[in-house]
């Protein structure tokens, strides 16, 4: 059984471009490999509300995703171990 979920990503821009290219490819095909990819709304770099580990501007990457019930919990896990990752917040629709 599948369900419907919406993960909001804010990645790092401390590091460059090609830092958040990666990261975004990364939870990307994690998402793909592990269930659908239906929606992804890239809002881009964007100033934080507050600053996160000193940092004031994230990227902003809004996904809709269709997989099984397991996945937003690993997706949390990765990005709590992966550097460059400001915020997780995975919601079931």
Request: charged residues 30%.
């Amino acid at each position: 059984m599948t369900n419907k979920y919406e993960v909001a990503l804010v990645l790092s821009v401390a590091n460059g471009d090609d830092a958040v290219n990666a990261l975004k490819e990364k939870f990307n095909d994690l998402m793909t490999k592990n269930g659908t990819v239906e929606n992804v709304d890239e809002w881009g770099k964007r100033r934080l509300a507050y600053p996160i580990n000193d940092e004031t501007e994230g990227y902003y990457i809004f996904t809709t995703i269709d997989c099984e019930p397991s996945l937003p919990a690993e997706l949390e896990r990765i990005a709590g171990i992966t550097e460059g990752v400001l915020r997780i917040m995975v919601i079931r629709k």
